[in-house]
Nanobody, 127 residues
Framework: QVHLVESGGGLVQAGGSLRLSCAPS????????MGWFRQAPGKERDIVAA????????YYADSVKGRFTISRDNAKNTVYLQMNSLKPEDTAVYYC????????????????????WGQGTQVTVSS
């Protein structure tokens, strides 16, 4: 069983920054493609960003492109989501997700494609 533990959420003013971290348990982190999703109250859970197991390929939702950066450090077994220029509409619970990836170049965009999930961390952006 793989456990994902997120950290770094909180309350920030519009225009501010936060960095989320996700540290999966286990020794095979480098074989996982990872993703960050978010869910605002009353809305569906949506992909925010995804990264291949090598870190060489990334995807960003249009709403965060140019403001958020996903990265990973396989030596530290950690994936990050750097969030800059935050907006009130970024307010949501953010979830880290992971799955085994057989291709080093693949990332995944649907929540149904992921096997492992964190408990979520709240990000609140005040105006």
């Amino acid at each position: 069983q793989v456990h994902l533990v997120e950290s770094g959420g909180g309350l920030v003013q519009a225009g501010g920054s936060l960095r989320l971290s996700c540290a999966p348990s286990g020794r095979t982190f480098s074989s996982y493609a990872m993703g960050w999703f978010r869910q605002a109250p009353g809305k569906e859970r949506d992909i925010v960003a995804a990264i291949s197991r090598s870190g060489g390929n990334t995807y960003y939702a249009d709403s965060v492109k140019g403001r958020f950066t996903i990265s990973r450090d396989n030596a530290k077994n950690t994936v990050y989501l750097q969030m800059n220029s935050l907006k009130p509409e970024d307010t949501a619970v953010y979830y880290c997700a992971g799955r085994t990836a057989y291709s080093s170049a693949s990332y995944y965009l649907r929540d149904t494609e992921y096997a492992y999930w964190g408990q979520g961390t709240q990000v609140t952006v005040s105006s």
